[in-house]
């Protein structure tokens, strides 16, 4: 079983930054890839970013230049630093990540962007 736990949502006004992380459990970290989601009302959701176990990262071209993901293998974590932040950001975010074939997923946190 493999457990994901998002912390560092919040509200924050258009401009700013806020950065998130997804704790996993269990020693494989190291060797699953990992990807934030994010799903505002309405709308379907989305893949922001994800990482490889080797540290390879892809973005959505939405966040391309405003966001980065990085990995802490030393503490199984996940980060979302995100900067220049808008309004259009807000939604629920959520870590991911696939091992053999079964989908696991955080509860999510609340990004809120204010105008």
């Known amino acids: 079983q493999v457990r994901l736990v998002e912390s560092g949502g919040g509200l924050v006004q258009a401009g700013g930054s806020l950065r998130l992380s997804c704790a996993v459990s269990g020693s494989i970290f190291s060797i699953i890839p990992m990807g934030w989601f994010r799903q505002a009302p309405g709308k379907q959701r989305e893949l922001v970013a994800s990482i490889t176990s080797g540290g390879s990262t892809n973005y959505a071209n939405f966040v391309k230049g405003r966001f980065t993901i990085s990995r802490d293998n030393a503490k199984s974590t996940v980060y979302l630093q995100m900067n220049s932040l808008k309004p259009e950001d807000t939604a629920v975010y959520c870590c991911?990540?696939?091992?053999?074939?079964?989908?696991?997923w955080g509860q999510g946190t609340q990004v809120t962007v204010s105008s």
């Open positions: 991911n990540t696939i091992v053999t074939e079964t989908a696991y």
